[in-house]
């Protein structure tokens, strides 16, 4: 049993920056791939950013590229989400995701089915 603690989270000004952090029980953390998904009011869960074991491989969607950053840290157990140039449409709770099972290193996964484990989630709020 994996366990994601998401931090954090918060209201920010337009233009704003936040680092979300998510810290991974295990001692196998580096094996796993991780990644960050959104869900806005209303919405459906929306793939955000995914890091690959190994290699730390990573793949952003469209709407955040230029903007958002992912990164791990294998000693600390923990994957971050830095978000900077926040704009309104970001808000949204935030979900980190761990896949344990990951064959080939460098893979990276985007679907919300490819993930094993979830945390609870961080409320990321950007006012205009």
């Known amino acids: 049993q994996v366990q994601l603690v998401e931090s954090g989270g918060g209201l920010v000004q337009a233009g704003g920056s936040l680092r979300l952090s998510c810290a991974a029980s295990?001692?196998?953390?580096?094996?796993?791939?991780m990644g960050w998904f959104r869900q806005a009011p209303g919405k459906e869960r929306e793939f955000v950013v995914a890091i690959s074991r190994g290699v730390s491989s990573t793949y952003l969607a469209d709407s955040v590229k230029g903007r958002f950053t992912i990164s791990r840290d294998n000693a600390k157990n923990t994957v971050y989400l830095q978000m900077n140039s926040l704009k309104p449409e970001d808000t949204a709770v935030y979900y980190c995701a761990a896949r344990i099972n990951t064959v080939v290193s460098g893979r990276l996964y985007v679907k919300s089915s490819d993930y094993d484990y979830w945390g609870q989630g961080t409320q990321v709020t950007v006012s205009s």
């Open positions: 295990g001692r196998t953390f580096s094996s796993y791939a």
